[in-house]
């Protein structure tokens, strides 16, 4: 099986702005590969440079070992595409989504038919075969738009944002699909806000600002080396006077990680322990410490910079 994705100094310029800049990256036929990273740092255009849908500016981009400059068709019949913005036919019902977009593919009407059943079972969306997509919820039209990705079997699936906007439950429906076509062998390669998701189903990601890739690895190791193990949080209110030098005062030696953010202030350490004996010894509340282990999310924080006019 060809390397799903090789990018090599892929860069994407509009007009002045550069959107993605000097990308090197290898995915690995079956993995999850993930990309994070804020608004406006490059996810977007990069699976769409993936996608064949927006030209390179430079660079070489391989998909499933075809130029994605000369292979472009070949290509877009083997991936399927989940975009960032819905662009379901509103006015036509779901079953017809997935017929039309099996008809592109080529698919006879029987094939069509059984395939468009089959991704309405797989996606839990086989009550509503027959309703106007306007109709659905949010959540709904989210898992018609990943059905309609996989009409075609595809080796790679590109997936923007799958998740966003949905609740807690439909969430995680989507992740156990997404689970299953990974491991029915399908590569997959996502965008998402959120760290859990990332950290739950990706086997590597990348940390993207600024049109850059700022690190690559797998959650696990990403959490483990650029970050203290636990985090202590102390909410402003709970100390006394000017709450990070009286933190600095009251931890000593324990005080070589504190981060401001909003209403709290972290204590990132490797010893949570003698930072709660120190807090309480110092008299600060219980009800305003809070210890819990780091996450994706502390390392997401720390390598990408505020933006700017903050
Ligand atoms: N068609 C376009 N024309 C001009 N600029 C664009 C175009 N598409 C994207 N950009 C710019 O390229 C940069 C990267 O945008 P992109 O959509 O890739 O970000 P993203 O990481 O997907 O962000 P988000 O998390 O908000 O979806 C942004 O500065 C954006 O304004
Ligand atoms: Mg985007």
Request: charged share 30%.
């Amino acid at each position: 099986m060809p390397t799903p994705v090789v990018a090599q100094g892929v860069c994407k310029r509009f007009g002045d702005l550069v959107a993605v800049d000097s990308l090197d990256l290898e995915i690995e036929p079956g993995e999850c590969f993930g990309m994070l990273g804020p608004n406006g740092a490059g996810k977007s255009s990069t699976m769409r440079m993936i996608g064949c849908v927006s030209p390179i500016t430079c660079g070489r981009l391989d998909v499933l070992g075809c130029d994605v400059r000369t292979r472009g068709r070949e290509i877009k019949a083997r991936i399927g595409v989940v975009p960032q913005e819905d662009n379901l036919d509103a006015e036509l019902r779901v079953e017809e989504n997935l017929l039309v977009y099996a008809g592109y593919f080529g698919l006879r009407r029987r094939a069509a038919r059984r395939r468009t059943q089959e991704l309405l079972e797989f996606m839990g969306l086989e009550d509503r075969a027959a309703d106007l997509v306007r109709t659905l919820s949010g959540g709904m039209k989210r898992r018609l738009v990943i059905a309609r990705a996989l009409v075609n079997e595809p080796e790679l699936v590109l997936l923007d944002e799958p998740t966003t906007g949905l609740d807690p439950q439909a969430r995680h429906h989507i992740w156990e699909r997404l689970r299953l076509l990974r491991s029915s062998g399908a590569t997959l390669l996502l965008t998402t806000h959120y760290m859990e998701e990332a950290t739950h189903l990706c086997d590597r990601l990348v940390i993207m600002d600024r049109a850059r890739v700022r690190i690559l690895g797998t959650p696990r190791d990403l959490i483990r080396g650029q970050v203290p193990r636990h985090v202590v949080e102390v909410t402003r209110d709970g100390i006394d006077g000017d709450p990070v030098s009286r933190l600095m005062h009251i931890l000593g030696p324990h005080a070589t990680d504190l981060e401001s953010l909003g209403d709290r202030i972290q204590i990132h350490t490797d010893d949570s322990r003698a930072v709660l004996d120190r807090l309480a010894t110092a008299g600060v509340d219980d009800a305003a410490v809070f210890e819990r282990m780091a996450t994706l999310e502390d390392v997401f924080l720390r390598l990408v910079s505020p933006p700017e006019g903050t």
